[in-house]
């Protein structure tokens, strides 16, 4: 590979090139390859559950990523023999496990620079609010303020469903002409991200002409979207061949007509084109979140009042109200947690710091939690 050529954004001098590309070297040398079965194996040891065949095809998606990257800048192949860096579309109900999954994977196992931002905060350039190239400003920073490095991180677009815009005819007509701050704005402003394209990115987040700029290439960048795509099943009535739920939890691959569903949703069909896959994640079934709870939920704040010399036991009855209405709430993994604190303060704002022994209790009352102290003595 000619490095001068596929990485020109930073050709600042032949030494300074030199020391990049082996700053890039290194780095990608560093990375863990492991299969994508192992892949697999270790997100659930490090307390990721359920959404089994979601898991495995983000876990490829990762293991492809790290090859690609090694046989760019370690075995030095030419860019135009591999295939393109894959953009992926997760889709499903809040609390699934979507962005822990992203961060999981690419924050602590494989510790590539990685931001996880809501896309809702950002606004068309020239508009009040955060200016979506500053989304690359974020990932400057998560990989130490070295742009080289940057250009090999993973950016996630949290709560892509809510830049949908509206789908009638005036708008699409007017687009080339007006400005959407927040729908088909945001929307074109990200295409040339998702593309690979070399952008001019602020080095900070002033607004400010004359700011510190740098020159980024997406071409390394995987953009994965996340979003709950809200009401897209009344879209799908008549496509059930793509429908939500069915019993792989995958889409097929992307056919124009599956883009123009998007499309009705709000989306800009370039857009969606953009991603090679679509994985949707169904919601989490009871067993599933029981054991979330018992194992990664419970056992943080059981540590944290083993720390005041308290146990904290939660009855069977609990768990069981708490998935319940974590199901009927529609809030997933998320919601587990917040219908369990309120029960937790309560006991810890009774004991912490009194330096006693007690058991604490919490168990289900009359279609409530409630926490009962038991003194040691």
């Known amino acids: 590979m000619n490095f001068n050529n596929e990485q020109n954004y930073l050709t600042t001098g032949d030494e300074h090139s ?14 863990p390859v492991l299969p994508p079965l192992e892949i697999t194996a270790e997100l659930e040891h490090r307390g990721y559950k359920g959404q089994i065949e979601q898991r495995q095809a983000v876990s490829l998606m990762a293991y492809r990523h790290i090859r690609r990257l090694q046989r760019l800048f370690v075995d030095g192949e030419d860019l135009r023999a591999l295939p393109p860096k894959q953009n992926l579309l997760l889709v499903g109900p809040t609390g699934c496990g979507k962005t822990f999954l992203i961060e999981l994977l690419f924050q602590h196992i494989f510790k590539f620079p990685t931001v996880i931002v809501d896309i809702t905060s950002f606004t068309e350039a020239g508009y009040i609010g955060d200016d979506v190239r500053t989304i690359l400003t974020r990932l400057i920073e998560a990989a130490g303020n070295e742009p080289h490095l940057a250009a ?34 945001v929307q074109r402003e990200l295409l040339a991200m998702l593309e690979g394209k070399e952008l001019m990115i602020p080095m900070d987040y002033g607004f400010s002409e004359y700011g510190q700029r740098a020159n980024i290439s997406t071409r390394n960048i995987p953009f994965i979207a996340c979003g709950a795509f809200s009401g897209f099943e009344e879209l799908q009535k008549q496509r059930a061949n793509i429908g ?52 990664n939920i ?9 720390g005041e010399g308290l146990e904290l036991n939660v009855s069977d009855a609990a768990m069981d109200y708490l998935v319940k209405r974590s199901k009927k709430r529609g809030t997933g993994a998320r919601g587990l947690h917040t219908e369990l604190v309120k029960a937790i303060e309560e006991a810890a704002f009774a004991t912490f710091g009194r330096k006693m022994r007690a058991t604490i209790e919490i168990a289900c009352t009359n279609d409530s939690l409630e926490s009962k102290i038991h003194h040691v003595t």
């Open 18 to 31: 030199r020391n990049v590309h082996q700053a890039l070297r290194d780095f990608v040398r560093r990375l």
């Open 244 to 295: 939500f739920g069915n019993k792989e939890g995958l889409l097929p691959e992307l056919t124009i007509d599956e883009v123009g569903l998007f499309q009705k949703y709000g989306f800009l069909p370039e857009l969606i084109g953009r991603f090679a896959r679509i994985v949707t994640f169904p919601g989490l079934n009871e067993e599933t979140l029981k054991k979330i709870l018992n194992d």
């Open 152 to 185: 090999l991180g993973v950016v996630c677009l949290d709560e892509f469903d809510k830049i949908a815009a509206s789908s009638s005819n005036a708008r699409f007509a007017g687009q080339g002409t007006t400005k959407d701050v927040s729908g088909y704005g």
């Open 298 to 306: 419970i056992p943080q704040f059981q540590n944290e009042f083993r």
